[in-house]
C-alpha cells in the first residue's frame, strides 16, 4: 500500500494534534459536580463522564478526516470500518483519570497512530492543566508546546546526581504488594521515586529530562503508545511490550501484568527487569 500526502507523518502528526486538542478541551471544563464517577472493577480504576464525552471528542475528529482508518480506545473499544486502510489509532481519552477526579494535574487525553505495518508514526499527549503538548513524529524528534514557545526534547541529562524513577503500581492489592516487595532493588541507584498517576504524561517528563528513567508493569497499549514515541524521538532507550494486539482481542490481565513498559537514557538501560 502506497503512502498518499494524507498518510505522511507531518499530515498524520498535525490530526494527532488536532483529536488530542479536541479531547482535552472536554478535559479543560472539569466541573466536580458534573464528573459522575462510575468504577470499572478494580477497587482504583475509575470511569467519568469526562472519559467518555473526551473519547467520542476524539474519535469525531479522526473519524471526519480518516474514515477508513482503525480505531482502538480506552473506553469505546475498536472500530473496525469497511475497507480499512490499515492505520490504526490507539487513544486513551484521559490518562491520569484518578488525579482528574482529585483535580490532580497530571492528566491529558494521548493519541497515537500506526502505519499498516504496526509501525507507530505519530504521537500527541495534551495535558490541559499543565498548559502542555508534548508530541512527536518518526524522525522528526520530540517537541514540548507551552506558553506559546516550542522546545525540542532531548531526553535526561545522562549521569546526573540524584537521579529520580517514575513508576506506578496495580490497583490489584496482590500484585501492588508484590511489586513493593520489589521496589527496594528497582530503586537501587536512584535518589528518590515519584508516582504521578499518568503512565503517557510519566514518559513525557523522560523525554523532557523531568525523570531519568520510568519503568512500570501492566499497562495498556493507548497507556504508553504516544508517549513511547515521544520518549524514543527524544533520543531515550524505549522498551515497549509486546502485547496481543487490540485486533486480536489484546492482552490478558497476565500477559499485561507480566509486561514492563520503560524508558530512560540508555545508562539506565539495565535497571529494569527483562
Known amino acids: 500500500m502506497s503512502a498518499g500526502p494524507a498518510d505522511s507523518t507531518a499530515a498524520l502528526l498535525e490530526l494527532a494534534k488536532t483529536a488530542a486538542a479536541a479531547g482535552a478541551a472536554v478535559l479543560a471544563t472539569r466541573n466536580a459536580a458534573a464528573l459522575d464517577v462510575s468504577n470499572k472493577g478494580d477497587s482504583g480504576d475509575w470511569v467519568t463522564a469526562f472519559d467518555l464525552a473526551a473519547e467520542s471528542a476524539v474519535r469525531d475528529v479522526l473519524t ?3 474514515p477508513r482508518d482503525i480505531i482502538t480506545g480506552e473506553e469505546g473499544g475498536t472500530v ?3 475497507a480499512p486502510s490499515g492505520y490504526r489509532w490507539s487513544i486513551d481519552p484521559l490518562d491520569g483519570t484518578t488525579n482528574f ?4 494535574v497530571y492528566y491529558g487525553t494521548s493519541v497515537a497512530v500506526a502505519d499498516p505495518d504496526g509501525v507507530w508514526l505519530a504521537g500527541v499527549v495534551n495535558a490541559p492543566a499543565l498548559g502542555r503538548t508534548y508530541y512527536a513524529s518518526r524522525g522528526h524528534g520530540a517537541w514540548l508546546e507551552e506558553k506559546g514557545r516550542l522546545t525540542p526534547l532531548f531526553g535526561p541529562v ?3 546526581t540524584g537521579q529520580l524513577l517514575a513508576t506506578g503500581f496495580s490497583y490489584d492489592p496482590d500484585v501492588r504488594a508484590e511489586q513493593a516487595s520489589g521496589l527496594g532493588g528497582l530503586m537501587e541507584g536512584f535518589a528518590d521515586m515519584r508516582r504521578l498517576g499518568s503512565a503517557a504524561l510519566d514518559l513525557c517528563l523522560v523525554a523532557d529530562g523531568t525523570h531519568d528513567a ?3 508493569r501492566g499497562l495498556n497499549e493507548h497507556d504508553f503508545a504516544a508517549g513511547a514515541l515521544i520518549a524514543e524521538e527524544a533520543g531515550c532507550w524505549v522498551r515497549r511490550p509486546r502485547l496481543t494486539s487490540p485486533l486480536a482481542g489484546g492482552p490478558s490481565d497476565d500477559e499485561r501484568l507480566a509486561s514492563w513498559t520503560c524508558a530512560g537514557s540508555l545508562e539506565l538501560s539495565g ?4
Request: glycine share 10%; net charge positive; no cysteine.
Open 101 to 104: 477526579i482529585r483535580n490532580i
Open 158 to 160: 545522562p549521569g546526573r
Open 214 to 216: 520510568y519503568g512500570e
Open 271 to 274: 535497571k529494569f527487569p527483562l
Open 64 to 66: 471526519a478526516a480518516r
Open 80 to 82: 473496525l470500518p469497511d
